[in-house]
C-alpha cells in the first residue's frame, strides 16, 4: 500500500505545481484561525480524499482542509492524517519548501507516512520500521547519522524567543532554516540531528514526518520526554517537541 500512497502525493503534488507555476500571484484566502489557504490546497486536500476512499473505504481521513467533528473522531482506533499543502506560506513565498503530507495512525501512532516536495522533486516515505528517499527516480534508504558539531534543523517561518534561548545553551552547533515537514526528513536523512519545535504544530503538520524520522532511526518527543501521541483528542495541538537522534 506505500507505493499507492507515494502516487497519491504525487499525483496532489502535481495539482499543487498547477497553481504554483502560473506567473499570477497565488489567490490567498483566511481560514477561521487566520491560516492562509489556496486553490492548490483544495485541489490536493480533493484529490488525497477520493483516492483515500478508494484504497480504503473502511478508514476514515483526517485532513486540515476538512476535520471531522470531535464526536465523530473520538472512538477512532486508525485513521490517516492528512495535510494536503503543509508550508502554505513556503507555498506563497515560492521557495519551493513544501509538502504533501500522508500519514497513517495507528493506535495513537504514525505506522505509515509520506512527504512528498514536489516542487524540490522529492519524495520521503516510511513503513514497517524502514524509511526511504526517492529523488530522480533512484529509491535509496536512508538512516539518522551523527555529526559534530550538529546540525540544528529549525522553522524558516516561525522563529520564536524559547527556540532562540534553547540554541544559545545548547553548545556548539550549526543550524539550517527550511519550511514544513521537511524538517524532520532533513534528520531522518542525516543530514541534520535535531529539529527542537517550541512553537505551535497541529497534528497534520508532523504525522508524516514523525513516521520517517521514527522509521530513520530518530525519536521524536515533547519537551517531558513523552512520545507524541495521535490517539483522537479534542484538540489538534501538539505540545512542543523535539526530534533527534537520542
Not at 486508525?78 to 513556503?90: A, H, M, N, Q, S
Request: aromatic share 8%.
Amino acid at each position: 500500500m506505500l507505493e499507492q500512497i507515494c502516487q497519491l502525493a504525487r499525483e496532489a503534488g502535481n495539482a499543487i505545481m498547477l497553481v504554483y507555476e502560473k506567473e499570477t500571484p497565488v489567490d490567498v484566502s483566511r481560514k477561521a484561525d487566520d491560516s492562509p489557504v489556496t486553490a492548490a490546497d483544495i485541489a490536493a486536500h480533493d484529490i488525497i480524499l477520493q483516492g483515500l476512499k478508494q484504497l480504503t473505504p473502511e478508514v476514515p481521513v483526517l485532513s486540515e482542509e476538512d476535520p471531522p467533528s470531535w464526536s465523530e473522531r473520538q472512538q477512532w482506533q486508525r485513521y490517516w492524517l492528512v495535510d494536503p499543502l503543509d508550508g502554505t506560506k513556503e507555498f506563497i513565498k515560492r521557495n519551493g519548501e513544501f509538502t504533501v503530507n500522508i500519514a497513517l495512525i495507528d493506535q495513537g501512532k504514525p505506522v505509515m507516512g509520506v512527504v512528498y516536495a514536489p516542487a524540490l522533486g522529492v519524495l520521503y516515505s516510511a513503513a514497517e520500521g524502514k524509511a526511504w528517499k526517492e529523488e530522480g527516480g533512484h529509491k535509496t534508504p536512508i538512516h539518522v547519522q551523527e555529526a559534530r558539531p550538529p546540525l540544528v534543523v529549525v522553522s524558516r517561518s516561525h522563529a520564536d524567543d524559547e527556540l532562540k534561548e534553547y540554541l544559545q545553551q545548547l553548545g556548539e552547533h550549526q543550524t539550517v532554516a527550511i519550511g514544513s515537514s521537511l524538517k524532520f526528513c532533513l534528520v531522518a536523512e542525516g543530514k541534520a540531528q535535531l529539529y527542537p519545535r517550541f512553537g505551535p504544530t497541529n497534528i497534520w503538520d508532523t504525522g508524516a514526518g514523525h513516521a520517517v524520522a521514527v522509521a530513520a532511526g530518530a525519536h521524536v518527543h515533547d519537551w517531558q520526554g513523552k512520545t507524541l501521541d495521535y490517539a483522537p483528542r479534542e484538540s489538534f495541538l501538539n505540545p512542543g517537541f523535539r526530534v533527534s537522534l537520542f
